[in-house]
């Protein structure tokens, strides 16, 4: 299986703050990658796949950047809702694997 | 609006099977992947195996012994049986739309293995 590994696993940050998180793949997975925004309780959110495009009505504040084995998800603007864990998603190779997760926590 | 809605017990004794289903309401069941995922307590989210509408499946290799998935389409829902349960199976179990970049989601279930 591809291994996904996400930093930081966590991260302090303040409303209106720019926060970056990294995926890295343990092979490359050309752009077969996905981020989704898990709130406390809630099913997973897709905010991003095939590594940059933006899922249909998610905020333009998050952007998905990378290729092969290097992955980032930007979120420009933090805002009270963001506060939640983001996780990664290969689909290139089979099975689908996840992200450890990046918890954004309230400064 | 489509959404997705597990049920099932929500406790299950060691050796038994694990059996939920989701249903799937707001659209058609037809001319998709669906699948099934789970999130242990603490941990990453797991893929367990999908199923396209047709009947074909595909299983992770680490479950693939003991998972089975089936599909009814005349009533919109899909199924997970997982069999000889341990106390590891016990996690939130979601169903979902696709086997990645997965844009409609159960609720989740929260599933205890349990003597």
């Known amino acids: 299986d591809i291994q996904m590994t996400q930093s930081p696993s966590s991260v302090s940050a303040s409303v209106g703050d720019r926060v970056t998180i990294t995926c890295r793949a343990s092979q490359g997975i050309s752009s077969y990658l996905a981020w989704y925004r898990q709130k406390p309780g809630k099913a997973p959110e897709l905010l991003i796949y095939?590594?940059?495009n933006l899922q249909t009505g998610v905020p333009s504040r998050f952007s998905g950047h990378g290729s092969g084995t290097d992955f980032t998800l930007t979120i420009s603007g933090l805002q009270p809702e963001d506060f939640a864990t983001y996780y990664c998603?290969?689909?290139?190779?089979?099975?689908?694997?996840f992200g450890g997760g990046t918890t954004v926590e309230i400064k | 609006q489509v959404q997705l809605q597990e049920s099932g017990p929500g406790l299950v004794k060691p050796s038994e099977t694990l059996s939920l289903s989701c249903t799937v309401s707001g659209g058609s069941i037809s001319g998709y992947y669906w699948s099934w995922i789970r999130q242990p307590p603490g941990k990453r989210l797991e893929w367990i195996g999908y199923i396209y509408y047709t009947g074909s499946t595909n299983y992770n290799p680490s479950l693939k012994s003991r998972v089975t998935i089936s599909i009814d389409t005349s009533k919109n829902q899909f199924s997970l049986n997982l069999s000889s349960v341990t106390a590891a199976d016990t996690a939130v179990y979601y169903c979902?739309?696709?086997?990645?970049?997965?844009?409609?989601w159960g609720q989740g279930t929260l599933v205890t293995v349990s003597s």
């Open positions: 095939a590594a940059s």
């Open positions: 998603q290969q689909a290139n190779s089979f099975p689908p694997t």
């Open positions: 979902a739309r696709g086997p990645a970049a997965i844009d409609y």
